[in-house]
């Protein structure tokens, strides 16, 4: 069974594809493979909407593209029957293939047809999916919030529709709410559904959610406002195009009457002879006292002087600078008429809506409605929701050294939205404050904290020198070793002023956890630090360890690693099942390599006898059914193992990276083990999705620590 959702309006500017995203995440966390369909376009070539949404989905049931889409608008005008049946055959031949499809509506573009949310309604029945209905909590023309009285009324007119095709009411979300208004809003549309029910009790139990307007949704970039005014790109960096504008400030008054109305993320129009303005707001631009602008639209015909032109080049801001010819009306009026797309690439909009749907948005209470069957395979997209999910729950303190890395900003961004962790951010506090508005992405929530901090040095200098004093360690040379970015992370950890630290994206492995060996030290009965990478296949996610620190381990140690491979396992619902690996399985090979996995086999039975283990296996011996039972039969362990440990760090890191590119596994790691603490590392190479991976991680970790009393 696939289940299904029908996703649709009332009207246009609903900010109904925010709400399908957030349908999305919320079954890619508990359905294998989640498709999205998009019944009627205006081109069958290219749709914004389906392009957006493809890029938060799994794609393992190999669907593209061209598979989602019905039809068009103009075969739906052309043959309205040919074209119905012709969306239901597209729907039929990608439904086999997914758990669970979200269906994405119209979006009120055929215009002059008022019946266009009728029609959704009699697509929905014919593919026999619920429909989630959102209204629009703004009136018609976007101006002001509607009141719970005229939400009740536009309930009351729009679902008999919904009726009158025959298509079932799952629930209704109000979107682009009042938010000092959510609760009467959904009372009163509750009373709207009661007053037009044709059965008692029709829809007593669809559930009702608001949402609150978040004007960054709607808000254009710097570059939609560019090409709004057909401008170019004057100076500044390129890459701040994508920064959200929240608003104009027109340059008609004196300076210092400007610069008081300037506002973070704000645009500003100047007149290109107004120089002196300009100067102004390019030095506001470098003080920590005045808001940071989005960019500067310079408007008319006016040439530059050179000495202007100098300056400007000079400052080296990374300010947008935009030239348009039109005049200042003109200018502005096409600045405010200008809404932004909802890009499923920009990142901080991703993040807001996400951020509000989980907020006001009863995920189990969506699942149950939508009677999703229960579904055994995991795929990276539900591993990776299911990481933010737990990490969510118990809020850990996570501090990130590297705070002049944009790849940390960013990320930082995105976990602080979506209320994954608290952050401390350890760099220059103005710099990084500056530099995070020039990228357009709040880290007000964020502890911004020098490494410089004269008092907390003396504590940490303190503390460092009493654990290293049987090393030689004196007072003055604590002091000069706190202050590296990744001594002072640890001692945060290790003082309990943080949960867990995340470094690496500009330091090498060994300056990321060399300190953590120094101070926050290994676990009671644990001899070994260790590190596993989680791999998430098409299907399932597997343990790999140790693939990143220890090059040659021994026995022992091997077994070290093999008990805190399990026990990170379990720690992320993987169940243990642990393969020791080797170049021979059972008693076919002997040799030094072959017997210290045998050896080190014997000792996890020893140490851990709960424990599932069988080695040495070969690869393959430990993943495929078939083979298994002609090498080793009758093992619990044996073509089925979840926890990989490689004999030495060559064959690790080579395999974890060949089942990476070969096999497209999402590869996440490396995670430390076997610490007092959580203290994890980040590939120089790593991208934005892994930090937040790692940092979510890394709180559930603190989060078991917590748990255990440690």
């Not at 009373?191 to 044709?198: C, N, P, R």
Request: proline share 5%; aromatic share 4%.
């Amino acid at each position: 069974m696939t289940a299904s959702i029908y996703i649709t309006s009332s009207e246009s500017f609903s900010g109904k594809q925010a709400v399908a995203l957030g349908v999305l995440e919320t079954l890619n966390s508990r359905a294998s493979t989640v498709g999205v369909f998009r019944p009627v376009v205006q081109n069958a070539a290219q749709d914004a909407v389906l392009t957006n949404m493809l890029q938060h989905v799994n794609l393992a049931a190999g669907l593209d593209a061209a598979d989602c889409i019905g039809t068009t608008f103009d075969d739906v005008h052309t043959d309205p029957f040919g074209a119905m049946s012709r969306i239901m055959q597209r729907y039929d031949a990608i439904a086999g293939r997914c758990d669970a499809i979200v269906i994405i509506g119209s979006d009120f573009t055929d215009v002059g047809n008022p019946a266009e949310l009728s029609f959704n309604a009699r697509v929905a029945a014919n593919l026999g999916a619920p429909v989630l209905l959102v209204l629009s909590g703004r009136s018609a023309d976007g101006q002001s919030s509607r009141t719970p009285e005229a939400m009740s009324q536009v309930a009351a007119l729009t679902v008999p529709e919904l009726e009158s095709e025959h298509a079932r009411l799952l629930g209704v979300v109000v979107n682009r709410a009042d938010a000092s208004n959510l609760e009467p809003i959904r009372a009163a549309v509750r009373e709207g559904l009661d007053e037009v029910q044709a059965t008692p009790g029709a829809y007593s139990n669809a559930p009702i959610w608001a949402l609150p307007e978040n004007t960054l949704l709607g808000a254009p970039t710097v570059a939609e406002l560019r090409d709004a005014v057909d401008g170019v790109l004057y100076a500044g960096d390129e890459s701040l195009l994508d920064r959200e504008v929240l608003g104009v400030t027109v340059a008609g008054m004196s300076m210092e009457n400007v610069l008081e109305r300037t506002f973070e993320s704000g645009v500003v129009v100047v007149a290109g002879d107004r120089t002196e303005t300009l100067v102004a707001l390019l030095l506001a631009q470098q003080a920590e006292t005045l808001p940071s602008v989005a960019a500067i639209v310079v408007n008319g015909p006016f040439e530059f002087s050179p000495v202007i032109e100098s300056l400007i080049r000079g400052v080296g801001l990374g300010l947008p600078i935009i030239r348009t010819d039109y005049g200042t009306f003109d200018t502005a009026q096409r600045i405010v008429n200008t809404r932004g797309e909802f890009m499923g690439q920009n990142s901080r909009k991703t993040d807001a809506a996400l951020a509000d749907f989980a907020a006001h948005i009863d995920a189990n209470e969506l699942i149950e409605a939508l009677k999703l069957p229960e579904v055994h395979a995991v795929t990276p997209l539900m591993f990776e929701n299911r990481l933010l999910r737990r990490a969510r729950a118990d809020c850990k303190h996570i501090v990130l050294p590297e705070g002049n890395d944009d790849r940390i900003l960013q990320a930082a961004a995105t976990l602080l939205t979506r209320n994954v962790a608290d952050l401390t951010i350890l760099g220059d506090p103005s710099a990084i404050r500056q530099r995070a508005s020039e990228l357009g992405i709040d880290l007000s929530t964020a502890q911004l904290r020098s490494p410089q901090d004269p008092e907390l040095i003396e504590q940490f200098a303190a503390e460092y020198a009493r654990l290293r004093a049987h090393k030689g360690v004196t007072l003055d040379d604590a002091r000069d070793r706190v202050q590296d970015v990744s001594y002072f992370g640890t001692m945060m950890v290790h003082l309990g002023l943080a949960d867990g630290m995340v470094s690496g994206a500009a330091h090498t492995t060994a300056h990321t956890i060399k300190p953590s060996f120094e101070v926050v030290k290994t676990k009671p009965n644990v001899s070994i630090v260790s590190s596993v990478f989680l791999m998430a296949l098409a299907d399932r996610v597997l343990v790999y360890g140790d693939c990143a620190v220890n090059p040659d381990p021994t026995a022992e140690q091997l077994a070290d690693i093999a008990i805190s491979s399990a026990e990170t396992a379990a720690m992320f619902g993987i169940e243990p099942r642990v393969a020791m690996l080797s170049y021979s399985t059972g008693d076919s090979g002997t040799g030094a390599d072959v017997d210290k996995v045998r050896e080190a086999t014997r000792l996890v039975r020893e140490r851990a006898p709960q424990l599932l283990v069988e080695g040495p296996l070969q690869y393959d011996a430990a993943t495929d059914l078939a083979v298994a039972a002609k090498k080793l039969p009758g093992s619990e362990v044996a073509g089925r193992a979840t926890v990989f440990i490689f004999p030495d760090l060559n064959t690790g890191n080579n395999t974890y990276k060949a089942v990476q590119r070969s096999a497209g596994a999402l590869a996440i790691g490396p995670v430390l083990q076997g610490l007092n603490k959580p203290i994890n590392d980040l590939s120089r190479g790593a991208l934005i999705s892994d930090i937040v991976n790692t940092v979510a991680i890394t709180a559930i970790q603190a989060q078991r620590a917590d748990a255990r009393g440690a």
